[in-house]
Nanobody, 121 residues
Framework: QVQVVESGGGLVQAGGSLRLSCAAS????????LGWFRQAPGKEREFVAA????????MYAVTLKGRFTTSRDNAKNTMYLQMNSLKPEDTALYYC??????????????WGQGTQVTVSS
């Protein structure tokens, strides 16, 4: 059993930056990877990034790579998502999830409650 909790969302102007955090607890030693997903109003849930918990390798949505960076601190059981050059289109509810190292949200088993990111124009 794994629990994840996101934090760090808020309101930011276009071009600004935010750093989201995902705190993991429970049987974190069993986590293959942590992933970031987002869902905007009227849109389907989409993959943002994922990171292997042990190896630290990361993967990103093609359209986001270069602006978003994910990292993890195993000692703190925390994953981060650094978001730069934010655009209004990035406005969404951002979720942290624990699961396999892939980009398919349906395969992730444990989800946080989400943290809202709103980018104003």
């Amino acid at each position: 059993q794994v629990q994840v909790v996101e934090s760090g969302g808020g309101l930011v102007q276009a071009g600004g930056s935010l750093r989201l955090s995902c705190a993991a607890s429970g049987r974190t030693f069993s986590i293959p990877a942590l992933g970031w997903f987002r869902q905007a109003p009227g849109k389907e849930r989409e993959f943002v990034a994922a990171i292997g918990w042990r190896g630290g390798s990361a993967m990103y949505a093609v359209t986001l790579k270069g602006r978003f960076t994910t990292s993890r601190d195993n000692a703190k059981n925390t994953m981060y998502l650094q978001m730069n050059s934010l655009k209004p289109e990035d406005t969404a509810l951002y979720y942290c999830a624990a699961g396999p190292y892939n980009s398919i949200w349906q395969t992730y088993d444990y989800w946080g409650q989400g943290t809202q990111v709103t980018v104003s124009s």
